[in-house]
């Protein structure tokens, strides 16, 4: 068997990020490499020669298969698998914008094998280039730049065969070439291997942790199966089924829908309120009121669809579509008991109305929560899930609306004319909810443990409540104080388990000059010297960044 007496392997990170539980993971296939010969790997590996024992000779043999995962819960933590103890040392120096910041001896067996990965265009994006936005004068103009990454001058045999090889080694890989499909490995896939149980309950929990919990006064949820005996399920998506697998998705497996995951908990009332989305009239209001005044509890299934917003159609406002806002006031107002908003938009609501409402005990946001989306918001309604998700952006008021050019891209506010600027890091004004807002059924407590002198911030968290709880920490930076500065802008986040009536303590790490860093005026990327003010939760922890002399260089 051959033997290796050291190999140095430089894995481009920002290459090579994929995703599985939330950590990143850049995944490396290792297999066959022989007697004098190279690194033979895809993936941005230093090429080096192979020393060996003097005298050895190929004994034809294949080495075995080993698969090295480097995972990444932080951008500069690092843990590798190496699942072989054949003897072999290797190095595997890992790089973060050309800079090493971490080196790991490895004892296996050790060969490489092609993980290609290449990168190819969204759809008729290429064709974009020239028919619609006329950023090229001819179609092959702008295949040359999409093949070339934009780089000057046109294509050469070698760039169209270098992009041919990456297609067809893919279509090798899948057996194209190999004679009928249908015998090959891949060529029988179909719904079986789409709608397996495993990957159905990944539906299910996509959607559980997705579900952000807005409001929850008294508290109003979870619901009781004692106390809540009868629930009335009311409103236009109350029984949504393609509307919650939104734009770009495929066909479902099979659809539960808020209708049908709160009826497999108890017993339900079912009324629309309004015929469709557009809620145009009033004709349905009165079974509504009615089915609100019989049941023990109300849930109100509101929000839109893709006749009212899709990659064609934009909104022209932030508020309920048609007379939404006026079936849920008057459906709360009729209400025997606690009234829960559960909103299936893709984007923000203002829904200032009901957080001064006082008959309206909670308020959910389910986005489109894809085809298990009844089943996670019956669950985090009966409490089954504790609600852990953060909104992904900024619920504006109505009134943003119309001081807002949408022509106009500057991200700065520009109080002159009267531009109150885009997204948490530069608009000042009235928010209905701030970018990263979700409540949970814990109370959750942060407090700062220790505070080292630059970048790593561990934390510690616990909480009072009687429930298991997951909490996603961010960790939000305001920078020193300075006209081309954003008000705050989130620098790290992590996810920590915490069970019930415990504490646990974690680390957060993140890149100072990297994510301290803030765009100027020019587009130039600076990191502001002074105070800059890290914000987790309620808890601020203020960190002095200075210049430090280096030293003089004489000539």
């Not at 109100?300 to 939404?324: H, I, N, W, Y």
């Not at 619920?395 to 949408?406: I, T």
């Not at 009687?466 to 939000?476: A, H, Q, Y």
Request: charged letters at 15%; hydrophobic letters at 40%; aromatic letters at 6%.
């Amino acid at each position: 068997m051959t033997m290796i007496d050291r190999m140095v392997m430089e894995l481009n990170l920002d290459l090579l990020i994929g995703m599985k539980k939330n950590m990143f993971i850049p995944v490396v296939d290792i297999s066959v490499i022989g007697q004098n010969s190279k690194e033979i790997c895809l993936l941005h590996l230093v090429e080096k020669e192979v020393n060996q024992e003097p005298g050895q000779k190929e004994k034809g043999k294949t080495p075995k298969n080993i698969l090295l995962k480097v995972i990444l819960p932080a951008e500069d933590q690092l843990l590798v698998n190496l699942d072989h103890r054949d003897q072999v040392e290797i190095t595997l120096k890992v790089k973060v914008n050309g800079l090493i910041f971490l080196v790991i001896p490895l004892i296996g067996e050790i060969a490489i094998t092609p993980f290609l990965r290449y990168i190819v265009s969204d759809c008729d994006s290429v064709g974009v280039f020239y028919n619609t936005q006329h950023y090229t004068s001819t179609p092959e103009e702008a295949a040359a730049i999409a093949i070339k990454a934009a780089t000057k001058g046109f294509l050469n045999e070698a760039d169209v065969n270098s992009v041919l090889a990456n297609t067809l080694t893919v279509q090798m890989r899948l057996g194209m070439f190999d004679g009928e499909p249908s015998a090959q490995p891949f060529g029988n896939l179909g719904p079986k291997d789409v709608c397996t149980p495993a990957h159905q309950q990944l539906a299910l929990e996509a959607a559980r942790q997705g579900i952000v919990l807005l409001e929850n006064s008294s508290p109003s949820l979870p619901l009781s199966h004692l106390r809540h005996r009868t629930v009335a399920v009311i409103g236009p998506n109350s029984n949504a089924t393609v509307t919650m697998i939104g734009n770009y998705a495929g066909v479902a497996c099979g659809y539960t829908s808020p209708f049908q995951g709160v009826g497999n908990y108890t017993k339900t009332i079912h009324q629309m309120g309004c015929v469709d989305i557009a809620c145009a009239d009033d004709k349905l209001f009165s079974e509504a009121i009615d089915a609100a005044r019989q049941a023990d509890a109300t849930v109100l299934v509101m929000g839109l669809d893709q006749s009212m917003e899709a990659e064609f159609k934009d909104r022209t406002g932030l508020l309920l579509p048609g007379r939404q806002q006026e079936l849920v006031s008057k459906v709360a107002m009729a209400s025997n008991g606690p009234t829960i908003l559960v909103l299936m938009p893709g984007g923000p609501i203002d829904v200032s109305f009901a957080n001064n409402d006082p008959r309206i005990g909670a308020i959910l946001w389910s986005g489109y929560p894809g085809q298990a989306g009844g089943a996670a918001i019956a669950n985090v309604l009966y409490g089954t899930t504790n609600p852990e998700g953060k909104l992904p952006m900024t619920w504006y008021p109505q009134g943003y609306v119309s001081n807002m050019l949408m022509k106009d891209m500057a991200m700065r506010s520009r109080p002159n004319r009267n531009y109150p600027g885009r997204t948490y890091r530069f608009y000042k004004g009235p928010v209905v909810y701030p970018f990263g807002h979700g409540l949970s059924y814990t109370n959750f407590v942060h407090t700062i443990a220790s505070v080292p002198t630059f970048v790593s911030v561990p934390l510690g968290g616990h909480h009072h409540s009687g429930n298991d709880g997951t909490r996603t920490m961010l960790v939000f930076s305001t920078p020193p104080v300075g006209h081309w500065a954003p008000h705050k802008q989130l620098v790290a986040f992590a996810k920590v388990h915490v069970p019930a009536g415990s504490q646990q303590r974690m680390g957060i790490s993140f890149h100072v000059c990297k994510f301290l860093s803030v765009v100027d005026r020019s587009g130039v990327r600076r990191v502001p010297i002074g105070i800059h003010d890290l914000h987790i939760g309620s808890v601020k922890h203020s960190l002095s960044l200075q210049a430090a002399t280096l030293g003089v260089i004489k000539t």
